[in-house]
Structure formats: C-alpha cells, structure tokens
C-alpha cells in the first residue's frame, strides 16, 4: 500500500500519529495529533506541550528540541533502531485549580533499516477534551456577571462548578433604572449542563420589564428544544427598585427560598412553581411584591449550597447558610463567609455546583 493511502488510515484513528525519518523529519501528522497538541497559529501547525520545536519539518535543530519531552523518545528511537515507550506528563489549567493528564508515547521503526519511524500518543483524546473542556471553562466564564454594583445596588457572588463546566447561571443586569438579579440551576452536571445553562442566558428576554413575562418566553423556548422530562431549569429572579423601596420577585421551580435580612431577623420568600422544563408547558408565572429598607440583604441560593455535604452525610441546608446571613454585614461578607462556611463543612469537596449571589439593598 503507497504511503498516500496510509495517510488515510492514520487519519482515520483516535490517537495522535506522527511519521518521520531517521534525520527527524516529519513526513506525517495525522488529524488527532494536531487536534490534540496544536494551535493554529498564522497558519501554522503550532506543535504545543509535547512537540515544543513549533512547526513542522525537521525536529531536533530548535533551540526548544532540548527541552521537548517528545524529541528525547523520538532521538531515542532512532539511536537504538527499537521501540520507545514514555509516559509523560503535561498540566492543564482548570478554574480555580490545575491538574495533570498523562500521554503515553509509543515510537517504532516501521522498516528493519531504522529509516522510518512513526509516534504513537495514546493520549491524544484525552488531552483533546481537556483541551476542550478547558475552552468551555474559559466561556463559560465570560458570561458571568463582571462587576461589583449594578444600577447602584452592590452585590457580590460565587459560583463554583463541580465539573469545570457548571449548570448554574448567576446574571446580574439593569433596566429602566431597576437592578436585576436572575439565578439557574439546570438539570445535569459537567458540559451539556453547561451547554443548557447558555442557552438561559441567551434565551432570557433582558429587555422584558416582567421577570415573569421573561419566564413565560423562555418556557415556550425551551420546549422548542424537544428536551425530555429529565431536563429542567429552576430559577430564582428579582428585580429590586430603589426609587420605590419595591423589589418583585419571581420563582420557577426553585426550591431554595429567596433569603431576606432585615431589621427583624431572616424572612424566607417562597414562590411555588414548576420549572422551566416539558411537565407543564403552559404554566403562566407571576410576579410577586416586597419592600425593602436601607441595610436590608439579599441572597439567592442554588440547591447546591443547601444540599452540600459532609463526610457524615449530612446537608449544610438552609438554616446553616441563614446562620451565615445574620453573621454578615454585607453582601460581599456574607459570600466570603459562606464560602468558607463550605469549604469547611464539606471538608473541600463539592459534589454539585455551588452558586450564590447577595445583594446590598
């Protein structure tokens, strides 16, 4: 078979192919290798991580090929004229934290001379959905609320995913001189949670003065979806007027009350609903009222801080995070403190997404 043909074939796997020949020139880099371990860059194969000489063509003669963990096994092979195998180690970036994925390196001579070699990475796919997975992180994040005060109202909030890629979505905006604050809880974990959490942030109307209104709409959009039962949203909205001292609030199938701190202790705002999902798509939600004085704090929850667990398998829930409300002199207090409360609760280990937003009324 003409080599051309077997291009074909190494195009055709999952792992990463590299061929090159005894002076280390790269005759072959087949499709999963460069999704894997390159960037394109000014149209360039960018060989990143394992292959750190750059481009393609002749290894071994950059000023990097002494440090590139690929050249040494490559170098290797074609001094002895056998088999190569490495296990190496690169990091890759996650939110909040870094981790390690290992790539397992395979280089053989294809002929007896010793003049054609190929590399095999059985890494390759996992190294590409870190890749991808760290892509979606670095999304995901750009759609998070950037400031610290929103039409004069100042908030502060968390959110801490248990995959990376969460399907809580906090959203801070304004409109008509009024502050809005939207929290989501999709069903599911990891990336198609996270994909479904955009799709909220999209799909909400911010131009719609009616919280519920915004609801109603997203609703009809998200049975557009054809989603099955499993898949829902729960959200929790306010919208807060300070001309007024009015804020309305708006519940879909969120079953973590809206906490309210005022002068007389902790009230919890309950609004019954369904969520946004397939069970009930004609459901009309509303708008409810509540006033609000100077000093008085604002917290949204997703289920993920109330349902947290410890090593005894109890959860944090709603009266431990009201505890840390009444402890807290502000919005951006009580987030660092219930943040802390957690981490120490749960002993550092989340297993769902952890999301709070505060407001400063």
């Known amino acids: 078979m003409a080599f051309g043909a077997w291009k074909k074939v190494f195009d055709a796997l999952p792992q990463g192919v590299i061929v090159f020949d005894f002076q280390y020139r790269v005759k072959f880099v087949n499709t999963a290798f460069l999704r894997a371990f390159s960037n394109a860059t000014n149209g360039k194969n960018k060989l990143s991580a394992l292959l750190s000489c750059g481009e393609k063509g002749k290894c071994g003669e950059g000023e990097r090929c002494k440090y590139c963990a690929f050249f040494r096994v490559m170098r290797r092979a074609v001094e002895e004229k ?9 990091t890759v970036s996650r939110v909040g934290r870094t981790d390690k994925i290992s790539v397992r390196i395979r280089v053989l001579p294809v002929d007896s001379k010793g003049k054609l070699f190929v590399g095999l990475t059985d890494g390759a796919y996992q190294s590409e959905m870190e890749r991808e997975l760290l892509s979606a992180q ?4 750009r759609l998070l609320p950037a400031g610290k005060s929103m039409g004069g109202v100042p908030y502060a909030y968390m959110y801490i995913p248990c995959f990376g890629v969460g399907g809580d979505m906090p959203d801070v905006y304004e409109l008509n ?14 990336i198609s949670a996270g994909m479904l959490s955009a799709f909220v942030k999209a799909g909400l109307d911010k131009k719609q003065p009616d919280l519920a209104k915004a609801l109603n709409a997203l609703n009809v959009k998200f049975n557009e979806l054809n989603q099955d039962e ?3 949203v729960t959200v929790a909205g306010v919208r807060m007027d300070k001309a007024t001292g009015k804020m309305r609030y708006v519940s879909a199938g969120h079953n973590v009350p809206i906490l309210l701190k005022n002068a007389y202790g902790i009230h919890e705002i309950e609004s019954p609903a369904p969520p946004i999902s397939t069970w009930m798509p004609d459901f009309v939600y509303e708008e409810r009222e509540l006033p ?3 000093g008085d704090l604002l917290v949204l929850l997703t289920d993920g801080v109330t349902e947290c667990m410890n090593a005894k398998g ?9 505890n840390v409300l009444m402890q807290s002199r502000g919005a951006e207090d009580f987030i660092g403190k219930l943040k802390s409360a957690l981490g120490v609760f749960s002993g550092g280990k989340f297993s769902d997404d952890i999301t709070a937003i505060a407001f400063d009324l």
């Open 292 to 294: 609000f004085e100077k």
């Open 138 to 141: 670095r999304m995901q994040q």
């Open 230 to 232: 499993r898949s829902y």
């Open 177 to 190: 001189g009024q502050t809005y604050g939207v929290l989501a809880d999709v069903s599911g974990k990891g």
């Open 314 to 322: 109890e959860q944090f829930g709603v009266e431990r995070a009201e």
């Open 82 to 90: 056998a088999e190569q195998i490495e296990t190496l180690t690169t």
